[in-house]
């Protein structure tokens, strides 16, 4: 070739390229047509960063850099549609711009030299909390915490702020929200969630989609403040039979229906763009291979479009695990024809091999294929990855961590914080008390932060932000000098009184107790029981033995049982895991510049033994001859305390009789009779008296927070309609019975009845 037809070449392959990707009005189908088979099986396939770096998968040199010749044979040879990082830990937003650079830039660079259309690579991170994986980014409280704000407009903000924050980066998907209903407060990831009731996660997992992906702009796109949600896992992943992560639930069609669907229902009406099966099996089915839920439910009964990713190395586990095929060729063929479409294989390429196998011998259809490879082209197209991956789509490092989101993240710790117990005002803390503050998670941000937290598991301390204070910290700041510490280290070890902690407890009046629970997640996060190490119980008893106030500050995954040190506490303050701001908004309620406001997400249980839901059956809560009541929660669902006293005026209804289109209206005035704001969480629940189907004792029908100052009167208004008082009877739909009904918010009930 002479120089003239290379230039020339050259020249039409960019102009050829630039026809193919620099367009937003890329049309997916001609695309589509134009792929190889090699090109669409490789799109389906996801790889962990680790396959293209510097060292060996789950041991790369540090820090970690791309290995070009790894990354070139991804991208050339094997054509993948995607990486996500898993298992390392985080990089300054400078630092994942020296990883995802490179990756955009080679997509070009093979597109231009092999005159092959580009394919933009989808890079996808698990940004649960804030941009866990971005040093410096802001941490919120723990999507279990946030849902404890019952503030979907707070929740809302705080997947905004993510989505800015991991776009610095020049990441534009999260998997992210978990929309698993918290049914068992054993399971590991009981924290990510949005708590145990249904309707909560619903409205709170829309709120979070709406905040990470914006609105479309008028080109169709995702602008580069926003990223790609992933709602995740579907379905049933929370109801493990034995709280066991990733261990088999049995569901009926019922439960499945009315307790586990609605949040993704809800995710797709509010245009999730992405979905991630659950790793466990329901009723002996593995998801991965299930085609009734993958294929008749999500897409022929919910008409999701938009992309269902498999959960790390699921395909594989049909065969190593779950053991429903006997080798991974079977897998694929299993989960493709399921309705995966996108396989986070995660460190080889396998998946691509055995599916390119597949479509050439005829098992598995070139329209199965192009349905998947369709529907990843437009989610990429959507997030402007045709257009310009990295430069264009990318927002700027300064905004990772700024002022404005430590303040919201400040805000939200502050609303979701939930005073259990306040015997004789112990709370807010008076000003010239000694204080003492002990316990694990007394001196500890790692605690305060949660999983997911810088590293996967969060426990490594050494990503810790230097800024962020621990509650201790957050008291010896303001420089309270009536403030001492006793160390404790360990939230598991037993405990042994030293003279120490007899003199500190001698010198003061009021003792801050923070016990915790370590970080954890999936299967590391199995536990054996609920009930709270015996080395913290031994600490409380200890220190109420020498006739101290108490207060106990709760930093944990999920309730932990605490039953026998409740008595001897004063106060109990639950400050879930509340991220970065967490301390100084422990803080602020403590010392009562903020009065708390957050309610209990999930029902506290007071024994091993009974954990039930809030809107258990009546047969559940029935007493029987022994006196025994099997209803005895801790603290039940939606509880929470206030300082300043609101006093809940009658409730009325705008009528006793309804029917059709009619809208049952509930009007309550609230009052506020103290001498400070105070937010205040209204909730309103119904209670069917007979149906067809045992009837819950009561369901979550809506709920409201408003801001009442010092005397100030508001009435809240609930509409409800014939559509709230349905239920999913025998047939698996949702149905309709006239009869009697209760409304009922606070201690008040309103009886009505729909009639047809
Ligand atoms: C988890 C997912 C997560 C994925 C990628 C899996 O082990 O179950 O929730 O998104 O890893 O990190």
Request: aromatic share 8%; net charge negative.
């Amino acid at each position: 070739m002479t120089n003239w037809i290379r230039i020339f070449t050259f020249v039409a392959i960019s102009l050829c390229s630039d026809a193919w990707y620099c367009q937003k009005n890329i049309d997916i189908d001609d695309l589509l047509n134009s792929l190889t088979i090699e090109e669409k099986v490789g799109q389906m396939t996801q790889i962990n960063l680790d396959v293209i770096c510097e060292g060996s998968i789950y041991n790369l040199v540090e820090p970690h850099h791309i290995e070009p010749s790894k990354l070139r044979t991804a991208i050339e040879q094997w054509h993948v549609g995607s990486i996500l990082n898993c298992g390392g830990h985080a990089y300054t937003a400078d630092h994942w711009e020296k990883i995802i650079t490179p990756i955009h830039k080679t997509v070009d660079e093979v597109a231009q030299n092999t005159g092959r259309p580009k394919l933009p690579i989808l890079y996808g991170i698990d940004a649960i909390h804030g941009a866990n994986y971005i040093l410096g980014s802001v941490l919120f409280p723990q999507p279990l915490a946030q849902a404890a704000t019952f503030d979907v407009a707070q929740v809302k903000r705080c997947a905004e702020i993510t989505a800015v924050e991991t776009r610095a980066a020049g990441i534009p998907w999260n998997f992210s929200p978990v929309l698993d209903v918290g049914r068992n407060p054993l399971w590991s990831r009981f924290f990510e969630t949005y708590g145990e009731d249904t309707y909560l996660c619903a409205q709170m997992g829309s709120a979070c989609i709406e905040g990470y992906q914006g609105k479309y702009n008028s080109d169709g796109l995702i602008d580069k403040t926003h990223v790609a949600a992933c709602m995740k896992h579907f379905l049933g992943y929370s109801a493990a039979r034995t709280g066991k992560d990733r261990t088999p639930a049995i569901i009926s069609d019922i439960e499945l229906r009315e307790i586990y669907l609605p949040s993704f229902q809800s995710a797709i009406a509010s245009g999730a763009m992405s979905v991630m099966i659950n790793s466990g099996e329901i009723n002996g089915i593995p998801v991965h291979a299930n085609p009734v839920i993958l294929t008749q439910l999500l897409r022929k009964e919910l008409q999701f479009e938009g992309v269902a990713v498999t959960d790390w190395e699921d395909v594989s586990k049909l065969h190593q695990i779950h053991r429903v095929s006997s080798d991974m060729k079977n897998s694929v063929l299993l989960a493709v024809q399921a309705g995966i479409d996108l396989c986070m294989v995660p460190n080889d390429f396998e998946f691509a091999r055995y599916l390119l196998e597949l479509v050439r011998e005829g098992k598995i259809s070139m329209d199965r294929i192009n349905e998947s490879v369709r529907r990843l082209l437009t989610m990429k197209k959507k997030l402007g990855l045709f257009d310009d991956a990295i430069l264009k789509y990318k927002t700027n490092f300064q905004q990772v961590g700024c002022q404005e989101h430590r303040q919201a993240a400040l805000e939200t710790a502050r609303k979701c914080i939930t005073l259990l117990k306040n015997d004789a005002h112990t709370l807010p803390i008076k000003g010239n008390e000694k204080i003492l503050i002990t316990g694990p998670a007394a001196n500890s941000t790692v605690l305060l932060n949660g999983a997911w937290s810088r590293t996967w598991q969060g426990v490594d301390t050494t990503y810790e932000d230097q800024q962020q204070n621990t509650i201790l910290t957050a008291f010896q700041k303001v420089g309270r000098d009536n403030v001492s510490h006793y160390p404790i280290h360990s939230t598991t070890a037993s405990f042994t009184p030293t003279m120490l902690l007899t003199n500190e407890l001698e010198r003061c009046n009021v003792v801050i107790i923070c016990l915790g629970e370590n970080p954890s997640t999936e299967k590391p996060g199995d536990i054996d029981a609920l009930t709270i190490s015996q080395g913290q119980i031994d600490l409380v008893k200890y220190c109420s033995n020498k006739g101290k106030k108490i207060i106990l500050v709760l930093i944990e995954n999920r309730p932990q049982i605490i039953h026998d040190i409740v008595p001897l506490c004063d106060a109990v303050l639950m400050a879930y895991q509340p991220g970065t701001m967490g301390a100084d908004a422990i803080y602020d309620v403590l010392t009562g510049k903020v009065s708390p406001s957050g309610r209990l997400p999930f029902t506290y249980p007071a024994h091993e033994h009974t954990l039930l839901t809030y809107d258990h059956k009546y047969s559940e809560a029935l007493d029987t001859k022994f006196g025994f009541e099997a209803y005895k929660p801790e603290w039940p669902f939606g509880y929470g305390l206030g300082y300043s006293p609101i006093a809940y005026g009658k409730m009325k209804t705008n009528a006793a009789n309804f029917s059709g289109n009619a809208i049952t209206k509930i009007v309550i005035p609230l009052t506020n009779e103290g001498r400070q704001e105070q937010e205040e969480v209204v909730l309103l629940y119904t209670r069917d008296h007979v149906a067809s189907v045992t009837p819950s004792v009561r369901k979550l029908k809506a709920f409201q927070r408003i801001s009442l100052k010092p005397g100030e009167t508001k009435e809240v208004i609930f509409q409800l309609t014939k559509k709230d008082f349905e239920f999913v009877g025998t047939n698996g739909a949702w149905v309709f019975e006239a009869g009697t009904f209760d409304l009922i918010i606070g201690d008040q009930k309103e009886e009505i009845q729909w009639i047809d």
